[in-house]
């Protein structure tokens, strides 16, 4: 017992040295104006790098549970560690954009999303009865790869230029991702204990597979909450610069201040909400999440703002988001089982990469910022409404056998 404890938390400390490595690519955003300067490229076209690889992380979870089958979490872990590498190695050596939306964008993207959700589901595997608290650990390691980063990749740019910062950055997300992949084992199929107030089956899970989850009313509920919840909090980080300087008056370097709260707010609502839903249970963090989002998001859109105000509803915001990517995991396994949790989260997390797209087309066709968080807050409160009505197909189904066994109890 004691032995099975401590390989648990040796896990632990690799999936978070892992996800870490994989946090980095979230401080793109250093590398837009040096690219820029350096071949003269368009700004929107270098910074549509980021788009292209938050797209194909999401896209590469569809494709991860039937990999780690295949070839086991440990050494896909590590060649996906690997290939992420060489990604940002090799594009130190480009002079040319469309091999940046290659190298950067599709091939560090993919690699990502490989190595992201399948440490993630197997980690949520050895602690079935913290699935929050677990997922917040390492989720939250995700974004504190990109906030502890962000310094690291500004220090390579500035010193030694961007092409060689992509050479160091490459280097050691590589050993990284590796060297945390050699602490992760695959985890056993626990017997699931939901007894935080979400899912009790007497112990007996059932676990859907993807055909299964996909004939259920609860799959693509979770998928419209997903997407909105993504949404509002991938535009936000997008813009927040230009939303600060425009909206408000702010001069640039205090309107720069915004992306770091960001980065730490997020991170902060990873951890503390992940935990959270163990106790008050996920779907209530949720609802809660949603509804301080939509208002956030509708006072930017019609109040006066000001400095307080406008840093308050990114705060808001930023900690919302971080707690629902970290919560969502978690609610896949209360709803489908944990035994293909890496097939079914993949299929939900799409309304990740969605999301990321979908926010910045919904401003060009809309034409502003307003307009754009007036339609985001009417999103969030349309699935207020749906979480607060769905419940786990997990429980459904166990009322109905408790039905038919209920006149056979009357006989004994």
């Not at 632990?12 to 946090?23: E, F, K, N, Y």
């Not at 754009?372 to 409160?381: A, E, R």
Request: glycine letters at 10%.
């Amino acid at each position: 017992m004691k032995n099975t404890t401590m390989n648990r938390w040796l896990i632990v400390l690799g999936t978070i040295i892992v996800q870490m490595g994989l946090g980095t690519i979230y401080t793109w955003s250093l590398f837009n104006q040096p690219l820029v300067s350096k071949f003269g490229w368009e700004l929107s076209s270098v910074a549509m790098t980021f788009s292209i690889t938050s797209f194909s992380l999401a896209i590469a979870t569809l494709f991860a549970g039937k990999l780690q089958e295949q070839w086991g979490i440990r050494k896909l872990i590590s060649i996906a560690g690997i290939v992420l590498g060489l990604g940002l190695i090799a594009s130190s050596q480009v002079h040319s954009l469309a091999l940046i939306y290659l190298l950067a964008g599709i091939v560090v993207g993919f690699a990502d999303g490989i190595a992201y959700i399948t440490s993630l589901s197997n980690l949520i595997k050895w602690f079935p009865e913290r699935k929050g608290l677990i997922s917040g650990v390492s989720v939250g390691a995700f974004g504190m790869g990109s906030l502890i980063f962000k310094y690291i990749n500004s220090g390579f740019i500035s010193s030694m230029g961007v092409s060689q910062a992509f050479l160091l950055w490459g280097a050691i997300v590589m050993i990284m991702v590796v060297a945390g992949a050699q602490l992760v084992k695959e985890a056993p199929i626990p017997v699931q204990d939901n007894t935080n107030g979400n899912v009790n089956l007497n112990n007996t899970e059932v676990n859907f597979s993807v055909k299964e989850m996909l004939k259920t009313k609860e799959a693509y509920v979770l998928f419209i909450i997903f997407f909105t919840a993504c949404m509002s909090g991938l535009y936000l980080i997008g813009i927040v610069k230009d939303i600060g300087v425009q909206m408000v008056g702010l001069s640039i370097n205090t309107a720069a201040n915004a992306v770091a709260m960001i980065a730490i707010f997020n991170t902060a609502g990873r951890i503390i909400l992940g935990a959270l839903s163990d106790k008050v249970g996920r779907l209530r963090v949720v609802a809660g999440s949603l509804a301080v989002t939509s208002v956030a998001v509708l006072v930017l859109s019609f109040a006066h703002l000001n400095f307080g105000i406008f840093f308050a509803c990114v705060a808001g915001i930023a900690f919302c988001f971080g707690g629902n990517i970290t919560v969502f995991p978690a609610i896949v396994g209360d709803f489908f089982g944990l035994k293909n949790h890496s097939k079914n989260y993949g299929i939900i997390y799409q309304g990740f990469g969605l999301g990321a797209l979908s926010g910045s087309f919904i401003a060009s066709y809309l034409g502003g910022f307003k307009p754009t968080f007036i339609v985001i807050g009417v999103l969030c409160m349309i699935s207020l409404i749906l979480i607060m009505t769905i419940q786990p197909p997990i429980r459904n189904q166990a009322r109905k056998e408790m039905l038919q066994l209920k006149p056979q109890s009357k006989l004994v």
